[in-house]
């Protein structure tokens, strides 16, 4: 009988990614509803040492899968190992991080097993023994509550970046490390890392930012971010952007906050000269604290935010920043 | 090259979001219904990789009749032939079922390339395309922002961007791709296109043509159970920021994030 939580953690050049805190945490959580087991699986090459790790957010026993063909993310290697280990453990609830690789991972694998896939969930629950789960649907225009029949095992959810709780680690805690069998040998064809061009400009993507300052039309050209990337280096987060100021050519694409752009949940969110469409709106409503700076004191953005500040940004934002670096000194 | 890209229609982006009177929908009523926007990428690709390597592009939709309007549309941008999946059993179907459904009209398909949304900008799952390459045993590169076929039209390239770095992934085809904004520039329909695609073939399957069980679709067989839709937490509106100038605005702001909400 399916019994226990599984967590799949993740690394990224040898390194256990800040998700996987998160969704260990939260898998401690869910194991302690159910009165059952945690289990946290890492896949990697090198990866055992770091994979002790969890144990301190809360993982009773930890099973890594140690190959080189594993080193980095394809769906084709991680797939079918990952099956393997959720056949021979048969736990009860499957939790991943909703990252880039959590989000493609758990599409390929919930076909695999054939099973429910809750994508991107900003809470959990166990109510009568099942896991229930909160998602944003719309981009966060309405909230869906869901679970999974009774044939749907394991129970199988991501989890958004930058939601859940993370444990305070406890290093008194240890879990032993199990090896997983590697066997990749099937014959299918398959899609493979040609190349891997790092990001140089050092930048959080958005997802995963603790702090974003976003710009919209009111910026008024690509110059006008110059302002914000100052801000943003003040507080230590990343610059977003709304449709119209991509859609403008003003800043790439892999900026745009918004439904048709990247979903965040920073725990700071300014919003610069950004009038607040509502499919802007529906991309940033999770993050923790809202600012809005827009000299129209009528902009939708106003009923979002915690902090309003009424005039042209390009006054505000300079002396925002050097105040800032006040206040953080 | 024979291309297939997938079509799912959407709410509008713009459109407000209510919860219908069972809770666990959301109201039909005031909805403008659009092809989904990534789906509109893959599309501009596939009649981009046509116009270089020749071939043919077939759109397959899945949905209630209303997505036919969909469908024409692509083939008004250019796409040669329309499928659509529709059987009143499918309504309420999780992305397993879908996914299930659209493997079996696209598996009689001749086809080199599939491409599709990376999501639908309704649920927000993104797992439909993954979960049809899963089902076809094909390889899937995810949510990408180029790509590029071989000069043999045997393999692709694609770019996909993942937190901090840019994948470059390749594989032989037959292929499925999800698209991510920034792909392309899709196009608009011309007039001559739209005259044109009034004619074009538009073939639509039920379940039983596609030798499926209607048991195994639509609410009743949902993996993944809604047990309730509701409003988002409401956000109430905080405090304007007061001041005599910018500068004094922006240090009381300051003050605040600092000392009241504690995030700088």
Not at chain 1, 160 to 166: D, G, T, W
Request: glycine residues 10%; negative net charge; aromatic residues 4%.
């Amino acid at each position: 009988m399916a019994q226990g939580v599984m967590v799949i953690a993740e690394q990224r050049g040898g390194e256990i990614h800040k998700i996987s805190n998160e969704v260990t945490s939260e898998g401690r959580r869910l194991a302690d509803a159910l009165g059952q087991d945690l289990t946290a699986v890492v896949l990697g090459s090198g990866v055992k040492d770091k994979a002790a790790g969890l144990a301190r957010y809360g993982a009773d026993k930890i099973v890594a899968a140690d190959d080189p063909q594993l080193e980095n993310y394809t769906a084709d290697a991680y797939v079918p190992v990952l099956a393997e280990i959720i056949k021979a453990n048969e736990p009860a609830v499957l939790l991943l991080g909703a990252s880039s690789m959590g989000k493609d991972l758990s599409a390929r694998l919930s076909a695999r097993l054939g099973v429910g896939m809750a994508q991107d969930c900003v809470s959990f629950a166990v109510e009568d023994g099942k896991l229930t789960a909160v998602r944003p649907i719309y981009a966060g225009k309405a909230y869906a509550r869901v679970t999974f029949s009774d044939d749907s095992l394991p129970q199988m959810a991501t989890a958004r970046p930058n939601v859940l709780e993370v444990n305070e680690p406890d290093t008194g805690r240890s879990a032993d490390v199990a090896d997983a069998a590697v066997n990749l040998d099937d014959g299918q064809p398959k899609a493979k890392v040609a190349e891997v061009v790092v990001d140089e400009s050092g930048k959080v993507d958005l997802t995963e930012a603790d702090k974003i300052v976003s710009g919209g039309r009111g910026i008024k050209g690509p110059e006008g971010f110059q302002v914000l990337e100052e801000l943003a280096a003040a507080v230590g987060g990343s610059v977003g952007a709304s449709r119209s100021a991509v859609d403008a050519g003003w800043r790439s694409h892999t900026d745009q906050v918004g439904q048709t752009g990247k979903v965040v949940s920073p725990n700071l969110y300014i919003a610069c000269g950004i009038s607040g469409a509502i499919q802007h709106l529906a991309g940033m409503s999770t993050s923790k604290v809202i600012v809005a700076i827009n000299k129209d004191p009528d902009a939708p953005i106003f009923q979002k935010a915690d902090y309003g500040v009424v005039d042209d940004l390009f006054k505000v934002v300079p002396p925002l920043t050097e105040e800032v670096k006040k206040v953080m000194a | 090259m024979k291309i297939i890209a997938c079509v799912k229609q959407v709410p509008d982006t713009e459109t407000q979001i209510k919860v219908a009177s069972d809770g666990t929908s959301i109201a039909q009523d005031g909805i403008k219904w659009v092809m989904n926007p990534y789906d509109e990428f893959g599309v501009e690709e596939a009649l981009r990789l046509k116009e270089k390597f020749g071939g043919e592009v077939t759109v397959v939709g899945l949905g209630p009749k209303r997505v036919t309007e969909s469908l024409r549309t692509a083939l008004a941008m250019g796409a040669d032939k329309a499928v659509l999946v529709t059987d009143d059993a499918l309504e309420g179907s999780d992305a397993l079922a879908v996914a299930k459904a659209l493997a079996a009209a696209i598996k009689d398909l001749e086809y080199d390339l599939i491409l599709a949304g990376q999501r639908g900008v309704d649920d927000d799952q993104g797992l439909v395309g993954a979960s049809l390459a899963e089902l076809l045993g094909i390889p899937h590169l995810p949510v990408i922002t180029k790509l590029e076929a071989s000069e043999d039209g045997k393999s692709v390239k694609a770019n996909r961007p993942v937190e901090g770095q840019t994948l470059v992934l390749e594989a032989a085809l037959p292929a499925l791709v999800t698209a991510q904004k920034g792909l392309n520039e899709p196009r608009y329909a011309s007039l001559p296109g739209i005259m044109k695609a009034k004619k074009k073939p538009l073939e639509e399957k039920s379940l039983a043509d596609l030798g499926l069980d209607a048991s195994e679709f639509g609410t009743g067989a949902r993996k993944l159970k809604v047990i309730e839709l509701t409003p988002p937490p409401e956000r109430q509106a905080g405090k304007i920021v007061e001041g005599e100038s910018p500068e004094e605005k922006a240090a009381a702001l300051a003050k605040l994030l600092h000392d009241e909400a504690k995030v700088i």
